[in-house]
Every structure is written in C-alpha cells, then in structure tokens.
C-alpha cells in the first residue's frame, strides 16, 4: 500500500513563511512527479506547484516567486516552502504523487493523494 503524509501546516500571519512536508512510503517503483495542491473553500481544487522526475518544476501564477518546491529523493519527500504568505494562500493543501507502483510482479501506474494540511493565514 502506498501512502502520503504531510505534515507543516498551521496559522501563520501574512508575510509568513511555512514549509510543507510530503513523505511517500510503500512499493514504490518509480516516482515520476510530485506536486502540491490546494483547496479552498468554496473553490476547487488547483495546482500550486509541481516537479518532476526530470527536475522540471511548474507554479501556479499566484505562487511564482513566494513559493519553491523542492525533494529529497533519498527519502521520498517533497517539500513547499511557502514566503510572504497572504490571506489568499489560505486553503487546504494536498499532495500528489504520479508513480510507478508494485504489488508482487505487477507494476502500475497510480496517482496517490494526501489527507490533506490546513493553512491559515491571518492578515
């Protein structure tokens, strides 16, 4: 079985600064990306940012200069360190992992989704 936890959300004031953590663990294969996305209320789900197997990172415009992802592969961890945070960045932030899994001599391809992390920022 192959899972997500994250962990780093909580209150923070605007301009804050929060770093999210996502540590994969279970028969993995091969990661081919992982991202951060977020959720408010109200809203649908939308991409903050992700990176690839092949270092090619993408953000979403609101993010681009306050927010970096980045990953230690020796861990299977993506990180989000989140800058100059604002009222807007407030949401719920989930993580996605798209990877090569196994299950005996099967290997399939799964997108796999965290609980989910809260982020309040107050102004």
């Known amino acids: 079985q192959v899972q997500l936890v994250e962990s780093g959300g909580g209150l923070v004031q605007a301009g804050g600064s929060l770093r999210l953590s996502c540590a994969a663990s279970g028969s993995i294969f091969r990661i081919n990306a992982m991202g951060w996305y977020r959720q408010a209320p109200g809203n649908p789900r939308e991409l903050v940012a992700a990176?690839?197997?092949?270092?090619?990172?993408t953000y979403a415009d609101s993010v681009k200069g306050r927010f970096t992802i980045s990953r230690d592969n020796t861990k299977n961890t993506v990180y989000l360190q989140m800058n100059s945070l604002e009222p807007e960045d407030t949401a719920v932030y989930y993580c996605?992992?798209?990877?090569?899994?196994?299950?005996?001599?099967?290997?399939?391809?799964?997108?796999?989704w965290g609980q989910g992390t809260l982020v309040t920022v107050s102004s």
């Open positions: 990176l690839t197997s092949g270092d090619t990172t």
């Open positions: 996605n992992m798209k990877a090569i899994v196994t299950s005996g001599q099967l290997y399939m391809s799964r997108e796999v």
